[in-house]
Nanobody
């Protein structure tokens, strides 16, 4: 059974950092392409960063230079390191998994069948 559990969210001031974790079970990172998404109140869910089985990564423009996605195979954990946080980064952050997704679709939520429950990130000015 595929399960994804996020943690690490919280409240931080603008300019601060957070590291989100997504611990998975029921599969390994050799089996799935992974991604982080976020959803702010009243907005659609948007892709933030994705990583494939070869550890190739892709980032939304809003995340480039500030966020880093990486995974630890031994711990079955996906991470999102977020630096220089801004108030408009405030959202619920979700990790997601799919058996395969092309690079041009990797930040599209509709491609991902497996989702965690989300973790809240709040950035104050």
């Amino acid at each position: 059974q595929v399960q994804l559990v996020e943690s690490g969210g919280g409240s931080v001031q603008a300019g601060g950092s957070l590291r989100l974790s997504c611990t998975v079970s029921g599969f390994t990172f050799d089996d799935m392409d992974m991604a982080w998404f976020r959803q702010a109140p009243g907005k659609e869910r948007e892709g933030v960063a994705a990583i494939d089985k070869r550890n190739s990564t892709i980032y939304a423009d809003s995340a480039k230079g500030r966020f880093t996605i990486f995974q630890d195979n031994a711990k079955n954990t996906l991470y999102l390191q977020m630096n220089v946080l801004k108030p408009n980064d405030t959202a619920i952050y979700y990790c997601a998994a799919v058996e395969w997704v092309g690079v041009y679709s990797a930040l599209l939520a509709s491609w991902y069948p497996y989702w965690g429950q989300g973790t809240q990130v709040t950035v104050s000015s």
